[in-house]
């Protein structure tokens, strides 16, 4: 599976982010007008690997991967890594739930945002090749990206997330709604990328997706986190209620 | 009405013979307009793209102002420039008045702020889209307003449209600035108006109808582009 020494070359981070570990939220507060989503927020992600972050709807888990990408703000508190006190926005992937992508070929996607890097023009086109070929779509470089199928579009914004030798990959919900065969494809990627020595942290619902990529879950419930186990102890014996709760499927008020 | 034939009969002569000085008309009406919507893109579309992803005070009274500019009338933006241009004026040393430099500055400054404003429009829907992903991806505030200005290219074309709609069928401001001289600064409104008032239809009704024409492949070449790029989703 793991072709190591040419996804070394693609995927292993441009620096390395293990000095920026922990990442620690403290007293981290945000509200959207009168509606209240954290509230004195802490947490901790401490290791290398993949983090899974698990939690009904409206949790807030999406938010907490918007404020861990600096896309969010927090209203009090701080969001830190290790010593830093700033996100290093340049060393983060992004993936949406839902994939945005240009009005643009397949691979002027990828194109864009090699350039978007600062990755030097004459090695942009060999970066695409290589990150087309490891996301399996050379066939599609010059295709439409938008008329690509679900399952396409959110392995080409992975790819793209990926373009810039990100440290820290963040994932929302990456295989909502696509077929098993699409989210294998999916977290085949995922996966090498954290063998490359990229830290993954990806918010998903699915507890077979958390048990096969994951090495930690953090359980978060009405902006709070409840629970962070290592993933088979979790799926296994979960150490809060809410969590457990959850687990079996049942409703969470 | 003999009379009307007539002249539409001569009309269609002259565009037949290619009249040398129809051509020379046409030849300048489309240097001074193309020359005008092409600056007022540049500048229009940048300030447009700014406007929809700017946040500062005052962005929404701009915002106005600039929509409000899109119904400039064209002698008072004629009137202006000449005052700018003319010898008494502060721009009189550049000796522009009564050239086609001097139509096509009066052009910029009646299609900038249409450009601009559609642009922003434009821009603004697409920003809304974009926004979060441009952002995760650590783009620049430039690269940002590039990236949008591409990928809204084919809605943008009609925003160019619209001034280039306006530049072609202008007459007001040019005739004031150009004063349509023969051979130098006659392009086709002012002939058109020219030429109907001396009751010389033919001419007249030769330039009328390539206008037309003009507008109509102008605005067709345009729409199938549009629509080829709407079939690969690129528009």
Do not use: W
Request: hydrophobic share 50%; charged share 15%; glycine share 8%.
């Amino acid at each position: 599976m793991l072709k190591m020494n040419s996804d070394l070359a693609l995927l292993a981070p441009a620096k390395p982010f293990s000095a920026h570990l922990p990442i620690q939220f403290e007293g981290v507060h945000l509200s959207f007008g009168k509606h209240l989503i954290f509230s004195s927020l802490n947490l901790e992600i401490g290791a290398q690997g993949i983090t899974a972050i698990m939690g009904p709807n409206g949790a807030g888990k999406s938010l907490i991967l918007r404020l861990l990408a600096g896309l969010l703000m927090p209203e009090q508190g701080s969001v830190r890594f290790n010593t830093l006190s700033r996100v290093p926005r340049d060393q983060i992937g992004f993936v949406f739930q839902r994939p945005v992508l240009l009005r643009r070929s397949v691979q002027d996607n990828l194109l864009h945002a090699l350039a978007i890097a600062g990755v030097e023009r004459g090695q942009r086109p060999f970066r695409a090749d290589a990150l087309l070929e490891l996301g399996g779509m050379q066939h599609l470089a010059k295709s439409p990206a938008r008329k690509l199928s679900g399952g396409e579009q959110q392995r080409l914004t992975l790819l793209r997330a990926l373009a810039a030798k990100p440290g820290l990959l963040i994932l929302d919900e990456p295989s909502a709604s696509l077929d098993p065969q699409a989210t294998a494809l999916i977290e085949n990627i995922v996966l090498r990328a954290s063998q490359c020595g990229v830290k993954v942290i990806v918010v998903t619902h699915d507890q077979g997706q958390a048990a096969r990529l994951s090495d930690e879950v953090m359980f978060v419930h009405k902006g709070r986190v409840h629970a962070i186990q290592a993933t088979h102890e979790f799926l296994k014996t979960p150490a809060s209620r809410e969590a457990k709760a959850y687990l079996a499927g049942e409703l969470l008020i | 009405m003999q009379d009307f034939s007539q002249a539409f009969v001569q009309a269609f002569t002259l565009i037949g013979q290619a009249d040398p000085t129809l051509i020379d008309i046409i030849a300048l009406s489309l240097q001074v307009t193309f020359t005008a919507v092409s600056i007022a893109c540049l500048l229009g579309f940048p300030l447009g793209a700014a406007l929809a992803i700017g946040r500062f005070p005052g962005r929404m009274a701009f915002v106005v102002f600039l929509n409000s500019l899109m119904g400039l009338p064209p002698v008072v933006v004629g009137l202006v420039i000449y005052l700018f241009l003319s010898a008494a004026g502060p721009l009189g040393f550049l000796q522009l008045l009564y050239t086609p430099t001097a139509m096509v500055i009066a052009q910029v400054v009646l299609v900038t702020p249409i450009v601009a404003a559609l642009a922003r429009q434009v821009i603004e829907d697409l920003y809304s889209e974009y926004d979060e992903m441009l952002r995760a991806m650590n783009a620049s505030r430039i690269q940002t307003i590039c990236t949008l200005i591409v990928d809204a290219r084919y809605s943008l074309l009609t925003s160019a449209l619209a001034g280039l709609g306006r530049a072609l069928a202008e007459v007001g401001a040019v005739i004031i600035v150009g004063g349509n001289i023969a051979n130098v600064t006659r392009v086709m409104t002012t002939t058109i108006a020219l030429e109907t008032s001396k009751g010389e239809l033919a001419l007249a009704l030769g330039l009328g109808i390539i206008l037309i024409v003009l507008s109509i492949l102008i605005n067709a070449g345009l729409f199938l582009l549009k629509n080829s790029a709407q079939k690969r989703a690129y528009a």
